[in-house]
Nanobody, 117 residues
Framework: QVHLVESGGGLVQAGGSLRLSCAAS????????MGWYRQAPGKQRELVAT???????NYKDSVKGRFTISRDTAKNAVYLQMNSLKPEDTAVYYC???????????WGQGTQVTVSS
């Protein structure tokens, strides 16, 4: 089992920045990759960014150049630095980890990000 706790969401004006943090606990040795997903009202949850244990990253096209994902293996944490935020970035952001042989998904409770125009 992997337990994830997010922090850092909030309300920000368009063009502003926020930094999300996610702390992992439990069977952290089994984590293969970590990432961030988001879900806006009435929409499906979508991938924002992921990072593997080897440091390979992947981003949703619309956040490339604005968002940066990073992972601190010593602290069992993953971060999402979000710059130049847009109203369309408004969503609940969820931390995700894929762990074990079957790459099982684990999710945090979510943190609200609201970008005002």
């Amino acid at each position: 089992q992997v337990h994830l706790v997010e922090s850092g969401g909030g309300l920000v004006q368009a063009g502003g920045s926020l930094r999300l943090s996610c702390a992992a606990s439990g069977s952290i040795f089994s984590i293969n990759a970590m990432g961030w997903y988001r879900q806006a009202p009435g929409k499906q949850r979508e991938l924002v960014a992921t990072v593997t244990g080897g440091g390979n990253t992947n981003y949703k096209d619309s956040v490339k150049g604005r968002f940066t994902i990073s992972r601190d293996t010593a602290k069992n944490a993953v971060y999402l630095q979000m710059n130049s935020l847009k109203p369309e970035d408004t969503a609940v952001y969820y931390c995700n980890s894929k762990a074990g042989i079957l790459n099982r998904d684990y999710w945090g409770q979510g943190t609200q990000v609201t970008v005002s125009s």
